[in-house]
């Protein structure tokens, strides 16, 4: 696999500033919103100077209990055949839980929820991921994620996990060393130890990224600067091995230009004292392909183990059901409040007529309806049916603010419309008969 180089996460609030910023060899960008067929102007003048696009998704799930989806498979392919990618990344967690599988209510979380290191679950990964590598016309990397909350019962470290991962699938990886810090605040995980166990040859790049302390909990916002813990775990990691990219990520509260350049150049030297510091020392090189293996498909056994499991925990995080035995009670309330809260950042930004409409009522007002009524369909449809909640009298709008918000509703709930008796009832709410 060709070296990157240095990165950033190319994102439209900052597409301007990654095309004048010096030094970046490559970019990534979030594969579900990107359009093959109607690429930014930023990115085609990218790809027109040879700058390397690598999509990154976020919603396939390959931790989860299902095999993957042929449709969210085939849309990951078509992206990377769009940009000419050299490879493709996912990330080690599921996402959504329930369904014929288990018998139980489909629930979404809109957000990566942490895989337990077991036997089960990682027979299910592997199957997902060679499920995953067939389907895709470039390597397949996936990535360690951050996580607040511990799976009671596991088996295995996350270097150990990641370890068997690689040498049954040959699959890349995407170390987040961000994520690894994440771990140890909020896990008692060493970093060191972690990168110890890993395969550091199968490493395809690394991710970097800040976040911040809040009560003992760190969160990995990717808002914020990167702080000197973080870089510490990735002057470590090259120390052990040259990663072949580096990427850093910021996802909102965009700094300056100038600000972003410093803090790549901080990644840059941090990789560059580590070197220095191990200079005639043997360092190992990332490699191309690594080998496959046959990998047994995971029994409906285990599926159905590992697909009930997710399903209690996602219903005790989106839907308010008592926490599964032996999940701290605490961390699962601050997992909770932290997908509630991403939810109602993320259809502000799918649908931001909602808190033009609503003001500053919006966001408790979402926060309540949140905790009552989980993901059943994407962030748009959750935009929808917040408001259809807040019109059949789940929140305190009123006079022109509602019939605004009717409107709105009822210009985008879908090119059908929706049942006579649903539509009357908004009516309803509307002229209070």
Known sequence: ?????????????????????????????????????????????????????????????????????????????????????????EHIAFVRAGGPLTTTARLEAGHLLPVPRTRDALDVLCENVRIAQDALPVPLAVENIAALISWPGEEMTEGQFLYELADRTGVRLLIDVANLHTNHVNRGEDPAKALAELPLEAIAYVHVAGGFERDGVWHDSHAHPVPRPVLDILADLASRVSPP???????????????????????????????????????????????????????????????LAQAALLSALVAGTP????????????????????????????????????????????????????????????????????????????????????RWWLDRSGPAPRSRSRLARVGRSLTGR
């Not at 990427?247 to 990789?271: Q, S, T, V, W």
């Not at 190992?284 to 047994?296: I, K, M, N, S, Y």
């Not at 701290?328 to 993320?346: E, F, M, P, T, Y």
């Not at 007529?353 to 009524?373: D, S």
């Open 1 to 89: 696999m060709a070296r990157l180089g240095t990165g950033i996460g190319w994102r439209p609030e900052i597409a301007d500033a990654v095309e004048r910023m010096p030094g970046i060899d490559w970019v990534e960008v979030v594969a579900e919103n990107t359009c093959p067929g109607h690429l930014p102007d930023s990115l085609r003048r990218l790809l027109d100077r040879g700058v390397t696009v690598v999509p990154h998704g976020v919603s396939l799930g390959l931790g989860g209990a299902d095999r993957p989806d042929a449709g969210r498979l085939a849309a990951l392919a078509e992206r990377a055949e769009a940009l000419g990618s050299p490879l493709v990344t």
């Open 245 to 307: 990219g580096v990427l850093l990520e910021r996802d909102e509260n965009f700094p300056e230009p100038g600000e972003l350049e410093r803090e790549l150049d901080a990644i840059k030297e941090a990789i560059k004292e580590a070197v220095k510091e191990t200079a005639g020392e043997p360092v190992g090189e990332a490699v191309g392909e690594t080998a496959q293996v046959d990998v047994p498909a995971a029994g409906d056994a285990a599926r159905q183990r590992l697909g």
């Open 323 to 406: 926490a599964p035995e032996g999940f701290d009670r605490v961390r699962l309330g601050v997992q909770a409040r932290s997908l509630a809260a991403k939810r109602a950042d993320v259809v502000a930004k799918v649908a931001p007529e909602l808190p033009g409409i609503l003001g500053t009522g919006y966001r408790p007002a979402f926060l309540a309806y949140a905790q009552g009524h989980p993901m059943r369909g994407g962030y748009r449809q959750d935009a929808l049916d917040f408001a259809e909640h807040v019109l059949l009298g789940g929140s305190p709008a009123e006079g022109r603010s509602r019939r605004e918000l009717r």
